[in-house]
Each structure stands twice: as C-alpha cells, then as structure tokens.
C-alpha cells in the first residue's frame, strides 16, 4: 500500500512539472516590424477580401492572452502566391464593452511559408476606460500594366466621437524583379476612388493605364466644401508610388500629425512622418457633388480666372432647380511619400506604429478655387461667402 502511494505521488509530481513547463513555454512569435501601419469603428468588418480564412489558436502564455491566426489568400502576383498572414489578440473591452480581435501583427509570405515582409502594432494592456484595436485587410491591386496587392490599414479607440468620413492607411505591394516588395510606406488617405463600400468586391481595379509601365490610384481629398481627386502614379516597374501632378515650385515643409482621437494612454496622434511637398496650386478633377443645398434663389460671383483680380467678374443667379456642374479645382495640395525604411524606434504606442506613413491632403494654407458651370455659364467662383451661397456644406 504505501508503495503504491508513493508511486502515485511520484506521478502527480511529474504531471505537475509537465503542466509548469508548457505554462511558462516562451510564445514563439516574431514582434519585430521593419514596416509599420493602421482608422475604423469598432464595427467595421475587419477582413474585406473574400479571400480564404481560416483561424488557428496557439498556446496561451501566463503573462499574455491566447493569440489567433488568420489567413488571407493565397492572391496570385505576377505568376507568385503570396498569403496574408494576421496574428490577432483578444481586443480589451474598455468601459464600452468592445469585443472581437486586434491585430497585433501582419505578414505577407510565399508559397513556402517564408516572410517577405513584417509589421507589427502595439497591444493594449488592460486599461478599464479605452478600448483600443488594429485591423488591417488586404485585396488584389488590378492594374491595366500590372496587378499587386492593396493593403488596408485602420484603427479605433472607443469610446471616440463619431466620423461620418474616417480616414486609413493603404499600402500597395508588387513584385519587382522577381521580389514582393512595399511601393513606399502607407499612405493617410481617404478610401480610394472606386473601392467598394460594401466590402463585397474581389478585387480594386486602377483608375486607369499611365503610360505602358504605370497605372493611377485617385484619392479623394476633401477642401472643406467639396473633394478633388488626387492622382497618384503606380510604377510597376521601379515600385514606386508618385503624385501624377507635380505641380512647379516644390518647397519641403513638414507635414503635421493626424488625429484619430483619444486611446488608452490619452490623445494619441499618428503621426504622418518624413517631409511632405507642398507646392504652388495645381487644378485638379472635382467629384460629383452630393451635399450641396440650395433652398433659395441666389447668386455667386464668377471670375474668368482663377486670380485675386478676378477678371470679367460677372454675378450668376443659382436657383434651387439649378443645372449644376463642377469642374475644376485650383489648390495647394500636398504629397507626402513617408518613410519607406520604416518606422522608427520601439512600437509601443499607437504613434509609434505610424511614425513612417505618408499621406494625400491639403495645405491648411492653400488658396481654394472651384470652377464650375452654372445653367451654362462657366466661371471660378472663390470665397466663403460664394462657397454659402451655392450651398456647399461649409465642413464635415
């Protein structure tokens, strides 16, 4: 009997030592990012590629929560298979009770596993007042000269104020000379021309071919009454991200941080890093205007020329029935290509993860014109006033 005990008690202590080991076993996983990114709300789908899924729990380690995998892909670049890989932690719920996932790394791998390219995103300890989380989708890039993958970056803290317009990061990757590679660092952009709000879309197709070895992405770029479009030159053949327009007398100035509001460690602003290029005014293509309100009979004043002399002035009546069209706009814009190394220094803090992005905008400074054609008479209008008087909402 008391061999029996003993042996007994010799097993318990060896299943006892059995269940340390796998307790404190270190997760084997890769933090380290050379590339960095991330803006919705809580409810946005946070996967919008209908590629295949699937989700694989790891092992829980004492000090962090259970880590998730899921897989997107595989997408077929220039004859190459490549999956996007997304390691997602347990999001922390906050006062406003979130839940689902945050994604606490991406990766991009071949069809033998190996990683070609890495970012990471800070994870948010326990924190009772803010909830904060990562997400990030990817989606083939169709192009008429060539075909890459568009990666979309966002993120939220909650509780936030709402954004009828919230802004994310979009990152093209395609291969150059036999290599997947990132065309520059992500872009702070609003979502591109095209893209499908729905989420239901296979694909994003290119605005169209420039030249035989480039295509065009446009964003559009909100003024403050209204959105131009912004063309920005994918090279398939050097890699590289451009502004279509370069417009003249480029002087580098630094761009400022954007805002998404308040995280757990208070008001965080993601930065949008390097040096951005501002430039003297460009015209640009206008979008169809949706917003505009014209409850009254008025009238704008209209200048031949987009000049502060404003030539041939003439005052055009706007009804509410109104034929309206919009067709030019005259702005500084701004372009800034980020950092393509790269984020810089440790990512612990929703400004670290986006200390390399770039972005579309425009210069807070810029001198807005808007050419448009009133009942057939065509004519730059320019000014908060004429801007009220033809209904424009004056921001959003």
């Not at 790394?105 to 009772?128: L, W």
């Not at 060539?146 to 990757?173: I, K, N």
């Not at 425009?362 to 000014?383: A, N």
């Amino acid at each position: 009997m008391k061999t029996l005990l003993a042996f007994s008690c010799v097993a318990l202590a060896a299943l006892a030592a059995v269940f340390a080991w796998h307790s404190v076993r270190p997760h084997n996983f890769q933090g380290a990012s050379a590339f960095v990114s991330g803006s919705p709300s809580s409810q946005q789908q946070q996967v919008e590629s209908p590629s295949s899924q699937q989700a694989i729990t790891s092992p829980s380690t004492a000090n962090q929560p259970a880590e998730t995998e899921r897989r997107l892909g595989p997408f077929s670049i220039s004859g190459n298979s490549y999956t996007v890989v997304l390691h997602l932690k347990p999001r922390q719920p906050g006062e406003t009770q979130e839940t689902g996932d945050t994604v606490a790394a991406m990766e991009i791998q071949d069809f033998s596993g190996a990683v070609q390219y890495q970012r990471s995103f800070p994870y948010q300890e326990k924190n009772d007042s803010f909830s904060d989380a990562w997400f990030a989708s990817a989606i083939p890039l169709v192009g008429t000269n060539g075909s890459g993958l568009l990666v979309r970056y966002s993120f939220d803290s909650e509780p936030s104020a709402p954004e009828e317009d919230s802004r994310d990061w979009w990152q093209v990757f395609g291969v150059v000379a036999g290599k997947l590679k990132p065309f520059g660092a992500p872009l702070y952009a609003d979502k591109p021309i095209g893209w499908d709000h729905s989420g239901k879309s296979s694909d994003y197709k290119s605005a169209g071919p420039l030249g035989s070895a480039a295509d065009e992405i446009q964003f559009p770029v909100w003024t403050g009454h209204f959105r131009l479009i912004y063309p920005v030159r994918v090279d398939w053949t050097d890699g590289t991200l451009s502004p279509v327009q370069p417009c003249p007398a480029s002087t580098p100035t630094r761009d400022p941080a954007p805002s998404t509001g308040q995280s757990g460690t208070g008001n965080q602003s993601l930065s949008v890093a390097a040096v951005a290029t501002q430039s003297s005014p460009c015209e640009y293509k206008v979008l169809a205007d949706n917003n505009r309100r014209v409850s009254d009979t008025t009238f704008v004043t209209l200048c031949s020329a987009p000049s502060s002399n404003c030539f041939n002035a003439a005052k055009v009546v706007v009804k509410p029935n109104s034929e309206v069209l919009l067709l030019l706009a005259r702005v500084n814009a701004k372009w800034n290509p980020g950092v393509a190394s790269g984020p810089s220094g440790p990512i612990k803090s929703p400004g670290d993860a986006m200390n390399d992005s770039g972005g579309v905008g425009l210069d807070p400074g810029s001198d807005i014109w808007l050419k448009v054609r009133i009942d057939g008479k065509e004519g730059w209008m320019h000014g908060e006033e004429d801007f009220a008087a033809f209904g424009f909402p004056e921001d959003e």
